[in-house]
């Protein structure tokens, strides 16, 4: 009997696979691209457009002072951040990735929807300022409900399709069947990241010029227009789409490893190559539990054969016994922990987007005496120094190093972590002198108690600060991803490239703490805050110069976490070495492009959409 139902499981696994064979060959391809594409393209132009200049309009609309304001904001990138991780596991679990950017997209939309009627219509935010008293209306618990519901349609619209859409547009191009379906994902990708960078370049300098010269009222209108068509686009072809069904989501698997170990707790350990105790998948590789984290081991021990294990040889509860797989897998996601948690301290850095905006609006812009570059649009000079860089370490530096040496050649993952780390640190010292030399000229040519005055002080003096910025996002945020990546199975190609998103979202809520902090501790007694509204009242130089501090300290423990973790690949017995021998697992470089452009979003799922 339990046989013909373990035959009847497998005939019926086999119909499935067959039928996703033919919905691939008759649906996907190629000329599902254009959509997939300009979807996430055009969120991104909408989304990355609104962030830049924001600031300004909560400080001139919405009355609120910089601390506030940037906390606003702040908490705005962190969930925007955050939200990818809870679309992906909605989208691998339950919903699948075509609903999930459908409903995604719509949310985006509703969003920029309301955040353009709070620059059309007067009532939904403070009146203008007193000129006469200098007083300034603070916005009701209604007006600000409302701006903070249109931020937060938008971060859920970004959680879904930042991490489905790269993934989704794989499922259209994978068959197994085609002798160049590595050539052919290969070039999604490279598509997709071209795409991807493009979109936030016109984002951070045609969107910004668009508010800077035409107002709010256009500049919120032209991002909800662009979103209009993203959702068009992507459903005009959903007959052409293939729509692979929510299967189990790797979460789960970790929340089942704990669980299990926890009910385990008691259990003894068996000895070390006692494979027999342990349960693994069909045809898996892994004998035995690697020895670290040996409590989580409790999680895959066969208590009783016959009331654990079904006749097909899965699990009959998978919350009561685990595979050594999803074992490993949570082993793997704890040990990188302590190094993930160091690249935090540059995404603080990084996302310090509102103090360089204002420190651009005070000095001159001009390029001719006709035009000068939207303050906003300076961080346009991170990204081009993150993508130069790319290219010139991939296309120049490497082979030519590699050409000299006679062999490969190619820098370390964690010692790139650690350059992007000090570069990261040097960064905000020079932030530091610069807006000092700035504040003692605005001083000096009697602008103290004028904040918006434009001095005769090029801002150009900011691009260094930017390049190192990207300089440090080149080496530490590819490689952190890259270390994901080769050191975990190939299973977590998704975790690996959700981490750095995540940790920019732990970042965005940690910078917010540490704005409060300066601006609650420096302002006591009357004296004027540190990051005064008042830029030339404030002092900028001192918080860039304590974030240099903290930056340094960060680089220290990072040295220690890189030394604790040892070597970058783990070791794990396999069936082929049934002593004590082991077999290394293979080490993958990934050329990641621009890593601000893959992540933020923060969501790839290429390994997923491999499967």
């Not at 300009?38 to 002072?65: C, P, Q, R, W």
């Not at 959702?231 to 189990?248: D, E, G, N």
């Not at 892994?286 to 081991?297: M, W």
């Amino acid at each position: 009997m339990e046989e013909a139902i373990s035959d009847q499981r497998e005939t019926r696994q086999q119909e499935e696979a067959a039928n996703n064979v033919q919905e691939r060959r008759r649906k996907g391809g190629l000329i599902t691209m254009p959509f997939i594409i300009a979807n996430e393209a055009f969120e991104k132009v909408a989304s990355y457009g609104l962030v830049t200049n924001m600031i300004l309009y909560l400080m001139k609309d919405y009355h609120l002072g910089v601390a506030k304001g940037t906390n606003v904001l702040f908490f705005w990138t962190a969930a925007t951040n955050f939200m990818p991780i809870l679309g992906a596991f909605l989208s691998d679990s339950y919903l699948g990735r075509f609903l999930t950017i459908g409903l995604a997209s719509f949310c985006s939309l509703l969003g920029m929807f309301l955040l353009w009627l709070t620059a059309m219509i007067p009532k939904v935010k403070p009146s203008t300022c007193n000129i006469l008293t200098q007083s300034c209306e603070s916005p009701t618990t209604a007006q600000m409900t409302l701006l903070i519901s249109s931020f937060c349609f938008i971060s859920i619209g970004a959680g879904g399709i930042r991490p489905c859409s790269i993934a989704f547009g794989a499922d259209q191009l994978d068959r197994k069947d085609n002798p160049n379906n590595e050539r052919v994902l290969e070039s999604f990708f490279g598509w997709y990241y071209a795409t991807s960078a493009i979109a936030v370049v016109i984002a951070l300098t045609a969107i910004v010029y668009i508010q800077d010269h035409l107002g709010w009222k256009v500049g919120f209108g032209v991002p909800a227009i662009l979103m209009v068509l993203s959702l068009l686009l992507f459903f005009i072809a959903s007959p052409l789409y293939v729509k692979l069904k929510a299967s189990s989501s790797l979460l789960t698997g970790f929340a089942q490893v704990a669980v299990v170990a926890y009910k385990n707790r008691k259990l003894a350990l068996p000895p070390p190559n006692a494979s027999w105790c342990y349960h693994r998948q069909k045809d898996s590789l892994l004998v035995v539990p690697t020895s670290k984290l040996r409590f989580l081991n409790k999680a895959c021990l066969i208590r009783n054969p016959e009331q654990d294990i079904a006749p097909d040889g899965s699990a009959l509860n998978p919350w009561s016994l685990c595979t050594i797989e999803q074992v490993e897998e949570l082993k793997a996601l704890i040990k990188v922990l302590p190094l993930w948690s160091t690249g935090i301290m540059m995404s603080i850095n990084i996302s310090q987007n509102s103090f360089p905006l204002l420190q651009a609006s005070s000095m001159d812009r001009h390029v001719t005496s006709s035009f000068q570059i939207p303050a906003g649009s300076f961080g346009t000079f991170t990204i081009i120094t993150l993508a130069a860089w790319v290219v010139l370490y991939d296309r120049v530096l490497i082979p030519v190093a590699s050409k000299m040496k006679g062999k490969p050649v190619r820098l370390g993952v964690k010692l790139r972590m650690g350059i992007g780390l000090f570069l990261s640190c040097m960064g905000m010292v020079v932030s530091g002198l610069v807006e000092n030399i700035r504040r003692r000229r605005a001083i000096r040519e009697g602008y103290l108690n004028n904040g918006q005055a434009v001095l005769e002080m090029s801002a150009m003096w900011l691009v260094p600060q930017h390049c190192l910025n990207g300089l440090a996002e080149a080496f530490n945020a590819i490689a952190q991803t890259e270390f994901f990546y080769s050191e975990f199975p190939k299973s977590m190609s998704s975790i690996a490239a959700s981490l750095f998103g995540l940790g920019m979202a732990v970042a965005n809520l940690l910078a917010s703490a540490i704005v409060s902090a300066v601006d609650d501790i420096t302002s006591k007694g009357g004296k004027e805050s540190w990051v005064s509204s008042n830029i030339n009242k404030g002092r900028y130089d001192n918080y860039y110069w304590l974030l240099a501090i903290m930056s340094l300290v960060n680089l220290v423990y990072f040295l220690v976490c890189s030394w604790a973790y040892g070597p970058c690949v783990d070791r794990v017995t396999s069936v082929g070495d049934e002593g004590n021998d082991v077999k290394d697992e293979e080490e993958e470089l990934l050329h990641l492009g621009n890593s601000r452009v893959g992540n933020e979003g923060n969501g790839l799922k290429k390994e997923e959409s491999l499967s």
